[in-house]
């Protein structure tokens, strides 16, 4: 899908891979409905986005509320008229102590913005496309959503849940015109995980290089239709130093499903 004229939403767009995702999308002539929990990061998102030329606006949205994510949907379609496209990418990690020393409360806050949240706005979002025609979703998962995860065991969970989730969702495309992929991304360096590996041990640390956002975000939606990447690129390699083979190669329809 090229991006421009599209009407995008992003959760978590206020930092990290959402705002890096949402000033890609920006360059491509989308117009972007900036959500976040985070009113300062979210309004920051957009003011970048305005400074170079684009359109943005901000909605305040707790993504573990059903009715904030109703209201963020309501609000796309009366602002820009319609939704299109939806980074479904708001997340968290555990804090420490690591599982099954955390406490109860902390560990169900992760899988409920982590996995609830992820499928709860689906929910919202996919009858909005319906009503548009058709559109693409991109869900943040993690590579620890394809591998054990020692430091963060729930947050491994959550994410494995999203990577199956995904997958399972494959029948939209027919359904609905709705493609449903998602993103793997390594560590990246993003407000969530720094900090995080000071508390690992060292043989946790290792083979954890963290990587800049706007790396995903090509991978998420900038716009650029070109040939898919080789089959072990599904989900970006945060040890590969070879270049990433596609600019926004997930919102085009080349992407394989994750």
């Not at 959500?35 to 979210?42: H, K, M, R, S, V």
């Not at 901000?58 to 319609?82: C, I, N, P, Y």
């Not at 495309?173 to 995980?193: L, W």
Request: proline share 9%.
């Amino acid at each position: 899908m090229d991006p421009k004229g599209r009407v995008a939403i992003i959760t978590g767009a206020g930092s990290g891979i959402g705002r890096a995702t949402a000033l890609a999308l920006a360059g491509e002539g989308a117009s972007l409905a900036i959500a976040d929990l985070n009113e300062q990061g979210g309004r920051e998102t957009v003011r970048l986005i305005e400074d170079a030329g684009g359109k943005a606006a901000f909605v305040h949205v707790d993504v573990t509320k059903r009715d904030d994510l109703k209201r963020m949907v309501s609000f796309a379609e009366q602002t820009f008229g319609g939704v299109d496209i939806f980074h479904n990418n708001a997340g968290i990690g555990t804090p420490q102590p690591r599982f099954p020393a955390a406490a109860l409360e902390l560990w169900e806050k992760t899988l409920t913005v982590d996995l609830w949240a992820v499928i709860a706005a689906l929910q919202a979002v996919v009858p909005a496309m319906r009503r548009r025609g058709g559109g693409v979703i991109v869900n943040t998962a993690s590579l620890a959503g394809l591998i054990a995860h020692f430091p963060d065991p729930v947050y491994s969970a959550a994410k494995h849940g999203v990577v199956g989730l995904t997958r399972s969702l494959a029948f939209l495309r027919d359904e609905a015109n709705v493609r449903v992929n998602c993103i793997c991304p390594g560590v990246v360096d993003t407000p969530m995980v720094r900090g995080v590996p000071s508390s690992m041990s060292g043989r946790d640390r290792r083979g954890h290089p963290r990587i800049r956002p706007q790396r995903h975000a090509r991978w998420s939606g900038d716009g650029d239709h070109p040939r898919p990447p080789p089959p072990h690129h599904r989900s970006p390699d945060p040890l590969s130093r070879r270049p990433i083979p596609a600019r926004g190669f997930s919102l085009t329809p080349q992407a394989p499903y994750t």
